[in-house]
Nanobody, 118 residues
Framework: QVQLVESGGGSVQAGGSLRLSCVRS????????MGWFRQAPGKEREAVAY????????YYADSVKGRFTISQDNTKNSLYLQMNSLKPDDTAMYYC???????????WGQGTQVTVSS
């Protein structure tokens, strides 16, 4: 069973930065595609970014383009999300997910909270 563990969340003021990390316990065909999702209170979970390993080019939600950067270090089985110029609307629980291609997210982390104050 592949496990994903996120870290790096916290509370920052608007305009600040955070870097989220996700460590994958093992690499398998069913976990090579990795991405970040988020869910704010009262809202549906949305995809924030996922890697090109998911079968297409690197994806970013329109709301985070130019501010967030997804990266991956396969030597460390790790996924990162650098978040700059944070806004209060970015406040959410952020989840790391892994699957075999876009839309097949078999594994999820427990989430890390990001809170951005104005």
């Amino acid at each position: 069973q592949v496990q994903l563990v996120e870290s790096g969340g916290g509370s920052v003021q608007a305009g600040g930065s955070l870097r989220l990390s996700c460590v994958r316990s093992e690499y398998t065909y069913y976990s090579h595609c990795m991405g970040w999702f988020r869910q704010a209170p009262g809202k549906e979970r949305e995809a924030v970014a996922y890697t090109s390993a998911c079968g297409s080019s690197t994806y970013y939600a329109d709301s985070v383009k130019g501010r967030f950067t997804i990266s991956q270090d396969n030597t460390k089985n790790s996924l990162y999300l650098q978040m700059n110029s944070l806004k209060p609307d970015d406040t959410a629980m952020y989840y790391c997910a892994a699957g075999s291609y876009v839309g097949t997210w078999y594994y999820w982390g427990q989430g890390t909270q990001v809170t951005v104050s104005s």
